[in-house]
């Protein structure tokens, strides 16, 4: 009985683990850009205080008795029971100057950071106990149990929560667990003291000698690395997958999914890992890795290059994993073998999620990964000259490919930065007519627009902003002086449409956009309206803003996968119309390869009493990008009289609820 109470705590633990971070995240993502690197920034602070509450599991069991271990625990859950709340306030939006990722790490530790420390710890100290206790003799086997948990609270979210319920009510859910969790993790800390109190609870002083002795640094230093590399390579290939090869909607569950089950199959059983089985196809698939990073027929290819970062993450993990489960100390050292793997854990997380976008120009992160993985095998206890060799050829052979790939990007891009928000850059190339030469600006794999370099054609609109699109007819249907806002900023392409006494007000989240969008494209300064930028999250600002009676309000920003939701929900809605004239127009650019977002901007529309139209542009023969806008007004009859020959009927979806601030659900309008 006990020791289904001890497995049932920690499943529960690293069930709400997990789950609490994408229910954070989601909270807080909306006030800082809907960027993914919200997500990478929050991982850091979960990885962080894992390590905390690892260090604290290891601290209480080697210094503490088990009276003193039960005392000071039960006291930390009582007030955390007592004191936490799962989402935090809105004292905590940003005010546009700060640093986003420590105003991230900020909001989290004062809002989840005292439960999310104690639900770090269970899994070592439960597992300690467990030892103590006797109640177990595959203690490792709670490990793998733990790891299985978190990929079922990973997988069950955005398939069966998150489509569901509203955040608010994600939240409170998420409550009711965690007093479960405290009442059940209490009925373990009550059986540690009963124990105690019988005598039946062995101390470090009664240990066995049949145990082996205490692991040494050196020993300790590799199973950090070990768990640094898996890390590292997580998010690197995160990055990659999703940033590089394709903008693909939970495209990110995949490498997590895998990464959770290396450790679930490495801590369940020996029989899952052997070296010589995996690390000769290991090797072979992370140096076509190495060399697919500058090949662009592997890298521009979803359908060759998911499968082979994917593969080789999960090959990559199941022998860093197995390496690591094979070298597990006695139970009596456990904590202090789960605190090496997490302060490793949080290391690679630092290093590509805070250091490698303020350090690396781009996403050079997966290359050094990979070479530092092949390095550890030099360092792995029993190895054969023959491994040896191998592993110095393997990171030799990934280190060249890493300068090939750097080398390519400095040749082929003009410019490259990096920010908290992605990897930007800009390229000169041939235009698709074969014969003029643009200049692209590109985020990751998307492009968010490009210029004619002639003189005679620089200030002609390009991409996505043709004449006849959408927020082409928009802007042609407005006589006299017009008034737009313009959310997001891109190369500032719609400027080119701006006229004497016009006034084009641009939004714009990342600092990096608009100082290349200002030093390598010319369409603001070329153009004969008057140009204004606000930087910032474009609702928080217009939230502090009087009312700016705008003719068209564009919005266009949903180009990616991890698209700014927030930009597009009933409260947005509300605060656009604010902002617009009663006549205006609201334009949305709904151009997106896996999402269907027409109908949810219809759905937002009928709810709001307003009338929207589709415009969808093949621009054939034009030399643009095919489009599709939705433009939305109070005026029907206004709106159906301009655009109706232009127009298309919006395909509806079954049941497709009005999105909120608090609720979502992109798998529903998946193409």
Known sequence: ?????????????????????????????????????????????????????????????????????????????????????????????????????????????ASIGLPYFLLSTTGPLIQAWASRLQISAAVYRFYSLSNLASLAALVSYP????????????????SGGYVLFTLLCTGCTLSLVRRAAAGSVETEAGKHAADEPAPGWRR????????????????????HITQNIAAIPFLWLLPLTLYLLSFVLCFESDRWYARRRFMLPTALVLGACAWGLQNHAVAFNAKLAVPLYAGGLFLACMCLHGELAQMRPAPRHLTRFYLMLSLGGAIGGIGVGLLAPRLLASYYELGLGLAAAALLALLLPRRTLLLAGGAAALALFCGFFLTKQISQGLREARRMERSFYGALR?????????????????????????????????????TYYGPDSGIGLALDLRQGPRRLGLIGLGTGTLAAYGRKGDVFRFYELDPHVLHLAQTEFSFMRDSAARIETVMGDARLSMEKEAPQGFDILAVDAFSGDAIPVHL????????????????????????????????????????????????????????????????????????????????????????????????????????
């Open 1 to 109: 009985m006990t020791r289904l109470l001890f497995a049932a705590t920690i499943f529960c633990s690293a069930f709400l683990l997990f789950l609490i971070q994408p229910i954070v995240s989601k909270h807080i993502l909306p006030w800082f850009g809907g960027s993914a690197s919200v997500w990478a920034t929050c991982m850091v602070f979960f990885q962080v205080t894992l390590l905390a509450g690892y260090a604290y599991a290891d601290w209480i069991t080697r210094h503490l008795p088990p009276r003193l271990q039960a005392g000071l625990h039960l006291s930390l859950l009582a007030v955390s029971a007592l004191t936490f709340s799962v989402l935090a306030g809105p004292d905590w939006k940003p005010h546009g100057s700060e640093d986003p990722a420590w105003r991230i790490l900020l909001l989290l530790s």
């Open 159 to 174: 398939f069966l929560i998150e489509p569901h319920a509203a955040v608010s009510t994600q939240a409170s859910v998420w």
């Open 220 to 239: 300790q230093l590799l199973w950090l690395a070990l768990s640094a590399a898996g890390s590292w390579l997580l998010l690197a290939v995160t990055n």
């Open 426 to 462: 800009t390229q000169d190339v041939l235009a698709a007519d074969g014969r003029s030469v643009v200049r692209q600006f590109l985020h990751g794999s998307i492009k968010h627009g490009e210029q004619y370099l002639a003189a005679e054609r620089r200030r002609e609109p390009t």
């Open 568 to 671: 597009l929900t009933r409260e947005a809605i509300a605060l656009y119309l604010r902002h617009v004239k009663p006549d205006g127009i609201i334009a949305f650019h709904v151009t997106n390869r896996f999402l269907a977002l027409a109908p949810v901007v219809e759905r937002l529309a009928e709810e709001a009493g307003l009338a929207s139209v589709l415009i969808s542009d093949d621009a054939e023969g034009t030399g643009f990008a095919v489009t599709d806008w939705v433009l939305v007004s109070r005026d029907a009859q206004a709106l159906n009289d301009a655009f109706d020959e232009a127009s298309s009927p919006i395909e509806s979806i079954p049941g497709l609820g009005v999105w909120r601030d608090d609720y979502n659900n992109l798998f529903q309008v998946l193409k």
